[in-house]
Structure formats: structure tokens, C-alpha cells
């Protein structure tokens, strides 16, 4: 071990409100930053990035070259978001460290995310959180081979501790939204876990790439255009996609104003597009949202983040209780990625020109 002074980074996962399947079209979305995060500490030093985890059911040990070549065959399979992450900051000195976590994986709160963000902060990023996302972003769809957008690793990069973040996918904006002093946001796993690679993410997005071919933007586009789509399925996905950007404008305003009666409605209707239009919900998470929906304090509750299992949020009155029997987190509106230690300043620094 090299003298190098110690370096903790850690990342936050993401809770998404509003808005999902929408930024991979430039759209609108609504996450926030939680209290769950991914932490990186350790020292530069060595030839390659040598890390070591107690996650749950990972393999303990990633190891990878400083330049890595190939991502596809490395394993463990964590190892190749850590090379791909590797691959994008390109350090001139290994690193040795171990990796933590409470962040449930494969529930749809952004592991994959937290740990590209810590990962590269560690290895010495020293970009704004834009930069650390779309660097991140980048690493994931090269491990993955997934066309995901950029939600996840700029809630985590970019975060505010009691706010949620209003993304402008298209201009990259990030409006911060105070939360309610009076509402608390519930989590609650359905059960059904799953990985992104392993489910028709890039069939959908597809879709809606060839939507895009008919009618122009998604972001741009008016509901009545989407009447020329002529493939049904196709037509569906793109009316979710109009009409959740649409909502969280719709929640942004309602949160604003703390009308409690819209913020059910629009949780409501988002969750009935998710499950009807665009098909990414299952049946445990459509009645998980039910039983929640209709628990006293509860304001409303939807699937959150890509669907096919995984988690659903809640708004509920403060101190309502998490249901019993189920893996629940009452989570917080958190600040973003830190790191700190190292050879350099503090991150977040002064962004690089
Ligand atoms: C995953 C992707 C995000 C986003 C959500 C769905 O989390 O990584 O980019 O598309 O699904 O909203």
C-alpha cells in the first residue's frame, strides 16, 4: 500500500417521483437523490483498480487493468461497470479500496448509478456533476449494452438534500423542487428483482425511436400527432411518454402548492400509463400500488424507475407506517455525490472549463 492519503466518495442512490421512460426521449423527469448510498474509500496507488465489496450476493473482488480492453467477458459482472468507468476517467495509478453499500440492487433506485458516480469520483473525477453523470451514463450503456438515459446518474451526481430535482433531459436544466415539509416518501420492494440487461428496456426504447421517425420529437410532440402511428404498441409507448412528461410538470405544480388531491391524481395516472400504456409494470408491483394506494395517509403510490418488478414510491402523511412484511425504506431528499480525501480538494470542486 502507497502513502497516498485515503479517499472516501460516495453516491446517493435515486427515488424517481415522476416522469419515467421519458429521458431516454429527452423528456421530463422527477427524481431525488435518497439516503441510501454507495461509498468508495480507499488509496491510489498500484497498476489496477483493485476493489473489494460485501454487497449482498456479488462476488467479493473486482479487479481491472488500468486500461481495459474488453468489457463483455470480465467478471464478476460488477467489474464491468467498474471498467467501464475505468476505461472513461483513464488514471494514471491503480487504485485499492472496498465498496459499501445499502442500496438494494436490481430494485430500481439506481445501484448501478451510485456506484459508477462513486467509482469514478474515487479514481480522481474532477468534472461538475454533469460531467460526472454523462460519464457515468456513458460507462453504464458500455457495460450493460442498455440505451439508458441520464436520470439516474445525474440524481445521483447532482442531488439536494430536501428537494427533488426537475431534469430537462433535453437542455440538461436541473430545477431543484422543495418537498412538502408534511410528506414523507415511502419505498416499498415488490419482491420481483431484476436487472436491467435483463429486461426489454431497448425493445422500448426502440419503439419509441421509431415513433420519433413518424411524428417528430416526443418532447415536441401533441398528443392528437400521435394518431399517425399506425403500430399500436408503438402509439401507446409514445402516449405514456407525452402524457408523463405532462405529469410531472403536473406533480412539480401540485407539490408547489401542496394540493393534496393532485398529487393523488397525477400519482394515479402515471401509474395506470405505466401498467396500460407502456407495459413495464407486474402484476405484484400493480397490486402492491393498490394496497398502498388505499392505506390510510397514503396520498397516492406509483411503480418507480425502469418497471418490470422492483420498487414502488409512495407520498404519504408524515410518520405513516411502512408496511410490515415487505422490504420499505422511508427515504430522504438528499444531497449528491461527495468525495473527499485524496490528492485533491473536496469534490464537488469548481467545474473544469
Ligand atoms: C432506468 C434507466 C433510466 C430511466 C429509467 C426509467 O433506471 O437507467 O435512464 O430510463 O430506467 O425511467
Known sequence: MSAEAIVVAAAPGRVNLMGDHTDHTGGLV??????LRTVVEGRAGGDVVRLRTTWPGQAAEAVVPLRPSELVGLEPPWSRLVA???AEVQPDRGFEGTVTSDLPIGAGLSSSAALANAVALALGFAGSPLELAQLSRRAEQAATGVPCGIMDQLASAAGSAGHA???DCTSLAVEPVALPEGLDVLVVHS?????LDATPYAA???????AEVVVGPLREAA????AALTHDGQRRRARHV???????????????AEDREAISEVLAASHASLRDDLGVTVPEVDQL???LSSQPGVLGARCTGAGFGGCVVALADAGTALPEGRRAWRLRPSDGATCAGGARPSWPGTPRR
Not at 422500448?204 to 421509431?210: E, R
Not at 405529469?247 to 408547489?256: C, F, G, W
Open 165 to 167: 430535482l426537475r431534469i
Open 204 to 210: 422500448l426504447v426502440a419503439d419509441l425511436t421509431a
Open 242 to 256: 407525452v402524457t408523463e412528461n405532462g405529469r410531472v410538470d403536473a406533480l412539480v405544480a401540485a407539490l408547489r
Open 191 to 195: 419482491g420481483v428483482e431484476r436487472s
Open 289 to 291: 400500488v393498490a394496497d
Open 30 to 35: 422527477l427524481p431525488m437523490a435518497c439516503d
Open 84 to 86: 467501464a468507468v475505468v
Open 223 to 226: 398528443p392528437d400527432a400521435l
